[in-house]
C-alpha cells in the first residue's frame, strides 16, 4: 500500500550481522504491527507499538516507534538464517482502516 | 487452538468459473479480515467484518468479489467469474475487536485461474 513506505525492498546479510528495517506512514499511526512472513504460509505476529516514543524487544528482534508515530524501525541484532523471510508493517490509521507496507525481504547468509 | 483454518489451501480453476474460498476464525475472535497478496500489489485488505457485518468492504476489486459472514465461526469469499488476474494468495485473518489488537492470519489459499 502507498499509505506505508517500507525500506530496503531487500536485504541481503551475513550471518551475525545487524539490521535495520524501517517502515514510514504519511499519517499519524494509532497503532503499527510488524509481521515476519515466511514463502508460501501466513503472517505471524511479531509486536505492536501504540506510544509515541515506544520500544519493545523480543529476543533479538527490537521495533521502536517514533515520538509522532509517523515511522517505525524493526533492528535485528546478530542475524541468524532463522530471520530470514518477508517483514511487513501494517497500520491503523484511523481505528478503521488498515494497511500493510510493501514488505522486506530479508535473506541470512550462514 | 487451532489457529485460523482456510481451505482449500491450494485452487485451480479455469476462467469464468466460480471459485470459493472459506475461513474459520479463532474461537472468540469477533473480527475477520480477508486479503489479498500479490507480488505486484503486495497485500491488500479486501474487506473485514465486526460481530459478522461487513464494515469497510472499499478493498473490493469489484461486482465480481463477494464475501459473507452467516455466524461468528464462518466466512467465505467468492469471485465470480473468475478471471486469471484474479491469480493471487487469499489470507483470512482474526482478531478481537478492531482497533487495538493484533491480527492473526490463516496459512492462506492460493488460487490460480487458468
Known amino acids: 500500500s502507498q499509505e506505508l513506505e517500507q525500506s530496503p525492498q531487500s536485504l541481503i546479510v551475513q550471518e551475525g550481522k545487524n539490521l535495520t528495517i524501517n517502515c514510514t506512514s504519511s499519517?499519524?499511526?494509532?497503532?503499527l504491527y510488524w509481521y515476519k512472513q515466511k514463502y508460501g504460509e501466513g503472517l505471524i505476529f511479531l509486536m505492536m507499538?501504540?506510544?509515541?516514543?515506544e520500544e519493545k524487544s523480543h529476543e533479538k528482534i527490537t521495533a521502536k516507534l517514533d515520538e509522532k508515530k509517523q515511522q517505525s524501525s524493526l533492528h535485528i541484532t546478530a542475524s541468524q538464517p532463522s530471520h530470514a523471510g518477508i517483514y511487513l508493517c501494517g497500520a491503523d490509521h484511523t481505528g478503521n482502516q488498515f494497511y500493510f507496507g510493501t514488505g522486506t525481504s530479508l535473506t541470512v547468509i550462514p | 487452538d487451532a489457529g485460523v483454518i482456510q481451505s482449500p489451501r491450494h485452487e485451480v480453476t479455469e476462467m469464468g468459473q466460480e471459485v470459493t474460498l472459506r475461513c474459520k476464525p479463532i474461537s472468540g475472535h469477533n473480527s475477520l479480515f480477508w486479503y489479498r497478496q500479490t507480488m505486484m500489489r503486495g497485500l491488500e485488505l479486501l474487506i473485514y467484518f465486526n460481530n459478522n457485518v461487513p464494515i469497510d468492504d472499499s478493498g473490493m476489486p469489484e461486482d465480481r468479489f463477494s464475501a459473507k459472514m452467516p455466524n461468528a465461526s464462518f466466512s467465505t469469499l467468492k469471485i465470480q467469474p473468475s478471471e486469471p488476474r484474479d491469480s493471487a494468495v487469499y489470507f483470512c485473518?482474526?482478531?478481537?475487536?478492531?482497533?487495538?489488537?493484533?491480527?492473526?492470519f490463516g496459512p492462506g489459499t492460493r488460487l490460480t485461474v487458468t
Open positions: 507499538l501504540q506510544k509515541g516514543g
Open positions: 485473518a482474526s482478531s478481537l475487536p478492531q482497533g487495538a489488537n493484533e491480527q492473526y
Open positions: 499519517k499519524t499511526l494509532y497503532g
